[in-house]
């Protein structure tokens, strides 16, 4: 029986909002100088980086639902230094590891320069920067930590910005119960997504970008975007569309891969000071099934976690609606790490991100056909969108700067197989991830076991 749980409706982020009337759909024929088709955080930043180089262009963004309604709307809040797609992927480029390493810098200004544009025009995302806690609970996830701090090192993050934790150094961030040891990394920030997502269509607005809701493109030909209601002609078109890309750009192009997350109740000062979580880092763990949590503004953990990866056929699950068994294995991992406090769950919900064969990330543009797209953030896509569609408005103004020519920039991975084996194989590989985290469990195991290893190196995760 499901419990009492605000379940879906997109997600709680946007719950917390004031409701506000939809913008207009778009009904007959427009001329624009550039159509943007998605609105969630890559479109609208497009839109953000195309109008401070140019001011007088004309931008129009399409977006199916409401703006945010995406993964941009839904996600866990965590604006992150890490590096979306496999940085030895990256390093096999034009620019080798100095490439990847100025992909690095890029992430860790990029998170200042988000907080900083929300400051700049007063949005307010509950933006604060507690870092990151990843939290290991066995000896093998340990070992995790520390090849994964190697080769955040090796890739061009700067020693300063990871920290080697024990026991006692985890407790003095967040006390997680098992913890036998972590990372640190200083410049996670934490923020609400949605204000961040809607302050920002309201920040273009004010720039004179147009905005429709309720308009999905339903074709986009070089020149032309249409929509059921009218169309947009316009030289340049940039889909910004990630995990719902697939009716757009070809369902073995890129994958939907579901994440599902539950808030809890909100917490009493008491209980957060016996959890010890008073520097409001985020906190993620080294498990193969990893969770991300953060501390809300008003005082909830929330949590999130794969539960049900993917849907057949690249189904993109409407609202959010959670299985029960999700928000179920969600809550037994919040009450293994603060068997302390009552972690009632209040909200669930579920989105959906995008990701290329290979978990890279590709931002092209055509000027054959003035089309381009960004997409492929595989999780990490809140300071990403930033980035990566900085790197897209550049590309499309013909410009020459050091963001059009990151690693990312024609980055083309090969396509996704056909159904059922694609369903088989993603599926194939959560099932030997969760196999994976119970036998390094069990055992004790000091190294990521053969079955962990089989399935990263399946899914191409390795780098
Ligand atoms: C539950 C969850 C938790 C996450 N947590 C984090 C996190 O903490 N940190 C992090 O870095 N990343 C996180 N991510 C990933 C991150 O949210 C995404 O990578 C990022 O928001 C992608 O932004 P986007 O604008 O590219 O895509 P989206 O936000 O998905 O926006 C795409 C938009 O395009 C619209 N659209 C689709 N088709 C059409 C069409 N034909 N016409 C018009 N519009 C269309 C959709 O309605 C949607 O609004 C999470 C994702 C999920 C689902």
């Not at 929300?118 to 507690?130: C, E, P, S, T, V």
């Not at 147009?210 to 889909?239: D, F, K, M, N, Y």
């Not at 059922?420 to 959560?430: N, S």
Request: hydrophobic share 40%; net charge neutral; glycine share 12%.
């Amino acid at each position: 029986m499901e419990s009492a749980v605000v379940n879906g409706g997109v997600s709680f982020w946007l719950q917390q909002l004031p409701a506000v009337p939809a913008r207009p759909t778009l009904r007959g024929a427009v001329t624009a100088d550039v159509a943007i088709v998605g609105g969630g955080l890559s479109g609208l930043w497009a839109a953000y980086h195309l109008t401070a180089e140019r001011p007088d262009l004309r931008v129009v963004v399409l977006e199916a639902e409401r703006v945010g309604w995406g993964a941009s709307g839904r996600n866990g809040g965590w604006l992150s230094q890490l590096i979306a797609g496999n940085r030895a992927r990256y390093a096999a480029g034009r620019e080798g590891e100095a490439g990847v390493a100025r992909l690095q810098r890029e992430y860790l200004d990029g998170i200042a320069e988000v907080v900083a544009v929300a400051d700049q025009h007063g949005l307010q995302i509950d933006a604060h920067r507690g870092g990151n806690l990843v939290v290991a609970t066995t000896k093998a996830g340990l070992a995790r930590l520390r090849a994964r701090a190697a080769a955040d090192l090796h890739h061009g993050l700067p020693a300063g910005n990871v920290q080697h934790l024990d026991p006692a150094g985890v407790a003095a961030h967040i006390d997680v119960h098992g913890a036998v040891g972590g990372l640190h990394y200083p410049d996670v920030t934490r923020i609400d997504p949605a204000k961040l997502v809607r302050g920002l269509a309201d920040v273009l607005e004010a720039r004179g970008v147009v905005i429709h809701e309720r308009s999905r493109a339903t074709s986009v030909l070089p020149g032309w975007v249409t929509t059921a209601g009218g169309t947009v002609q316009a030289p340049h078109i940039l889909l910004a569309t990630e995990g719902y890309s697939g009716p757009l750009l070809g369902k073995r192009s890129i994958i939907p891969v579901n994440s599902s997350m539950v808030a809890t109740r909100v917490l009493t000062d008491e209980e957060w000071a016996r959890v010890g979580w008073a520097g409001l880092d985020c906190l993620s763990d080294a498990a193969h099934t990893f969770i991300y949590a953060q501390r809300t503004a008003d005082g909830r953990i929330a949590i999130g976690g794969r539960g049900n990866p993917y849907r057949f056929g690249s189904g993109t699950g409407g609202d959010g609606h959670t299985p029960q068994a999700t928000i179920d294995l969600l809550s037994a991992r919040l009450r293994a790490y603060f068997p302390s406090v009552d972690t009632r769950i209040e909200y669930a919900w579920s989105g959906v991100l995008g990701v290329t064969r290979d978990w890279c990330t590709s931002v092209s543009f055509d000027r054959a056909t003035g089309i381009g797209h960004t997409l492929g953030y595989a999780g990490h896509g809140v300071t990403t969108a930033y980035l990566a569609a900085r790197s897209l408005a550049h590309l499309s103004l013909g410009l020459d700067t050091p963001h059009t020519t990151l690693p990312w920039v024609d980055y083309r991975s090969r396509s996704w197989e056909p159904e059922p084996l694609r369903w088989t194989g993603v599926h194939t590989m959560y099932r030997l991830f969760r196999v994976a985290d119970w036998w390094e469990e069990r055992q004790g195991s000091e190294q990521t076991c053969w079955i962990g290893r089989t399935a990263g190196h399946l899914a191409g995760l390795h780098d």
